[in-house]
Nanobody, 129 residues
Framework: QVQLVESGGGLVQAGGSLRLSCAASGRAFSTYAMGWFRQAPGKEREFVAAITWNGGSTYYADSVKGRFTISRDNAKSTVYLQMNSLKPEDTAVYCC??????????????????????WGQGTQVTVSS
């Protein structure tokens, strides 16, 4: 069993920044890829960013490329999402997720909801215009 707890969400003006954190417990965090997803009201959950188990590769949705940065600290069992130049369309509940198998994550599977089997409760990010 894995527990994921997000923090760092809030209300920010357009152009501002936020840093989300996701603390993990219950499994060998350092051997699994991690991802961030978001869901806006009335929309499906969508991929935001992912990072491989050792941080060697990162993947981003086109909509956040150049603005968001995913990173991880395996010693602290924590994954981060630095969000800069925020836009009103970034408003959503942001959830972190743990990949279902150790060490593996490809550029394709890392973006797919079905490849993650543990999810946090989410943290609300609201960007005002």
């Amino acid at each position: 069993q894995v527990q994921l707890v997000e923090s760092g969400g809030g209300l920010v003006q357009a152009g501002g920044s936020l840093r989300l954190s996701c603390a993990a417990s219950g499994r060998a965090f350092s051997t699994y890829a991690m991802g961030w997803f978001r869901q806006a009201p009335g929309k499906e959950r969508e991929f935001v960013a992912a990072i491989t188990w050792n941080g060697g590769s990162t993947y981003y949705a086109d909509s956040v490329k150049g603005r968001f940065t995913i990173s991880r600290d395996n010693a602290k069992s924590t994954v981060y999402l630095q969000m800069n130049s925020l836009k009103p369309e970034d408003t959503a509940v942001y959830c972190c997720a743990a990949y279902r198998t150790p060490y593996s994550a490809s550029a394709h599977t890392a973006t797919q909801v079905s490849w993650y089997n543990y999810w946090g409760q989410g943290t609300q990010v609201t960007v005002s215009s």
